[in-house]
């Protein structure tokens, strides 16, 4: 990832060509990703706030669960991520707890369950009497892991 919107994308001196292409340096980079809470930047490092506070940073262990076609649903010790792999709305499942994290969009939920968006995923917690809510555990506003 380019650190700046620089020409030389935060790499080099700006009189010194890079000899790999940089890409899209303009929009794409840690600098701007990290003035948009919504972009990719601060969701990994929600992303890793939430496995310190729920997994003491360690790796858990994984399990597959039944799910639908275009759908990925699997735990990890207590907690349940799901994912749509698809252009439509997702077919409902009934989550253990509250969603802690999302990669984007609002959650629904239905009388059967939480409905994922399309291309969308989620990470669901604990059942409310054991949860740690995201801002207790620090994941709503980490912006340096």
Known sequence: MQWDSSASAGFTAGSVQPWLPLGDSATRNVADQRADQSSTLWFCHRLLALRRAELG?????????????????????WLTVAANFSAQPA??????????????????????????????????GRPAADAVSPAAAGIENDPDP
């Open 91 to 124: 077919a409902p499942f009934e989550p253990a707890g509250p969603v802690l994290l999302s990669t984007g969009g609002d959650v629904h939920t239905e009388p059967g369950g939480v409905v994922l968006g399309p291309w969308q995923g989620v990470i669901i």
């Open 57 to 77: 940073g360690r790796i858990g262990r994984y399990r597959q669960l039944v799910s639908p076609p275009d759908q990925w649903i699997y735990r990890v010790e």
